[in-house]
């Protein structure tokens, strides 16, 4: 099967990462999968919520959003709280990166990472987090040539992709016309060591059998090795070196 954009069933969209992309961010990085875009920038403030005066130990969390015509149709600016969708996608984008991250070794600083899509075309959620983490390793690399941090604090790489099933064929990074008409759909968020931090799968249009899920999963462990790559080679060209891969503490 060749897919509308020239994919087989089984390969990503192509991926690009580019580092450092605003001057006064303490870490950034545009990433750009297909048609979907997403900056990500990085703030570290020496200051931890309440629940964590005292620890010693730091916070990462995250805040999402998307410009109005980085959709088909043009999506108003959300100047409340944001809607429930923009809420799960924050938490979900916060929870991945604490998964990775040593948050002892942090201090007490909290990083927090705007995930801001400027061009969405499906994955703008995975795209996300895997620009969030190498955005959060520049900023942390700062920390390391200062001084304030012997290595960067973090144990692993983590990234997400998405997967489908289509007229019965399962798919690799859904675009926004198969995420639009897949009838099985996965989020997965996994770590470089093989872990899996977050699976959201839904039957769109009728229940998922095992072996579809064991498929999927399948194929995402696929993407994310090829996005793992896409990050080593963008931080080996911003002159970071990424932590050898540990499995999870405790």
Known sequence: MIRSDGRRPHEIRPVTI?????????????ITMGGTS???AVTVEDRVPRF???SGGGWVTAEYGMLPRSTHT????????????????QRLIGRSL???????LLGERTYTIDCDVLQADGGTRTASITGAYVAMLQAMQKLVDSGAYPAIPVRCAVAATSGGVIDGIPLLDLAYDEDFRAAVDFNVVGT????LVEVQGTGESHPFTRDEMSQLLDLCDQGLAQLFDAQRRALTDAGITAPEPAPTIG
């Open 18 to 30: 580019q580092m450092g992309y605003l001057a006064n961010a303490e870490g950034s990085a545009l």
């Open 38 to 40: 997403v900056l990500c």
């Open 52 to 54: 964590a005066l005292g």
């Open 74 to 89: 043009r999506t108003p600016r959300e100047r409340s709280a944001g809607s429930g969708r923009t809420a799960e996608i």
């Open 98 to 104: 604490r998964s990775v991250a040593r948050l002892d």
């Open 192 to 195: 470089e060591v093989g872990e």
